[in-house]
C-alpha cells in the first residue's frame, strides 16, 4: 500500500457531488438536468436524491432551504479523505509557485476567506493523478510523519468551484465550510460564520 491513495470507496460520491453542486448553487436557478451535469451523475440520480431531501424539507426543486441541515447531512454521509501528514517548509510559499493542482482547507483557506482562525496548519487536496509528483515534493522537501502540513485525497470532484484568493487556490466555500465543520472546535464556529455568511443567517 502506498503513502497517500484514493479513497477506496467509491459510493457516497455520486451524493457528496449533489449535495457540493446545491450548496455551492443555493438559489435555485440550476435546473436537475444542470445539477447532473455540473456534479457529473445521471440526471436519475439527481432526481432521486433530492426527492428525499425535499421530503425532509432540506431543499425545494434544487433551491436549498436548510443550509446547516443540508452541510450535516453531507457530514453524515460523506467519504474521509485519505490524508498524509508531513513536514513542509513554508507550504504556502510551495502552494503558490506549484503547476500541480491543489485545494487549500481548513485554518489557511478559512484566514484567506474570513480571517476568524489562526492558520496553525495547511491542508489541502491533491489531485489523484498526481499523488506520486506529491509524494516526490515532499521527498525532496520535507519529512514524513508530524507535521503542519496534511496532503488530502478525495474524489476530484473536491475541486469543484475552486477559488483564487492572493495567488493561492482553496476549495469551494462550501467544501471548506463542511471541512471546518468536520474538523470541530474552533474549526465549527468559524464554519458557522461561514453559512451565514455565505447563505445569509434567516435560513437554518
Not at 32 to 52: F, P, S
Not at 113 to 121: E, I, K, N, W
Not at 162 to 177: D, E, H
Request: aromatic share 8%; hydrophobic share 35%.
Amino acid at each position: 500500500m502506498g503513502l497517500l491513495e484514493p479513497p477506496d470507496r467509491e459510493r457516497g460520491f455520486k451524493k457528496e457531488r449533489i449535495l457540493r453542486v446545491l450548496l455551492n448553487h443555493p438559489d435555485g436557478e440550476q435546473t436537475k438536468y444542470r445539477v447532473a451535469k455540473l456534479a457529473d451523475v445521471t440526471e436519475a440520480w439527481v432526481r432521486e436524491y433530492t426527492k428525499r431531501l425535499e421530503e425532509a424539507g432540506l431543499v425545494e426543486d434544487t433551491r436549498v432551504l436548510k443550509p446547516r441541515k443540508v452541510y450535516e447531512t453531507w457530514s453524515d454521509d460523506r467519504i474521509d479523505p485519505n490524508q498524509l501528514a508531513v513536514s513542509l517548509q513554508q507550504p504556502m510559499a510551495l502552494l503558490a509557485e506549484t503547476p500541480l493542482q491543489y485545494g487549500l482547507t481548513t485554518y489557511q483557506a478559512e484566514n484567506l476567506h474570513q480571517g476568524f482562525l489562526f492558520a496553525s496548519t495547511t491542508d489541502f487536496y491533491v489531485s489523484q493523478g498526481e499523488i506520486d509528483d506529491w509524494l516526490q515534493i515532499v521527498e525532496d522537501r520535507g519529512m514524513l510523519g508530524g507535521g503542519n502540513t496534511r496532503l488530502r485525497v478525495l474524489d476530484d470532484h473536491v475541486f469543484y468551484n475552486s477559488l483564487s484568493v492572493n495567488g493561492v487556490t482553496t476549495v469551494s466555500i462550501p467544501q471548506l465550510i463542511l471541512d471546518l465543520l468536520d474538523e470541530g472546535g474552533p474549526c465549527e464556529e468559524a464554519a458557522e460564520k461561514l453559512i451565514d455568511s455565505f447563505h445569509g443567517d434567516s435560513q437554518w
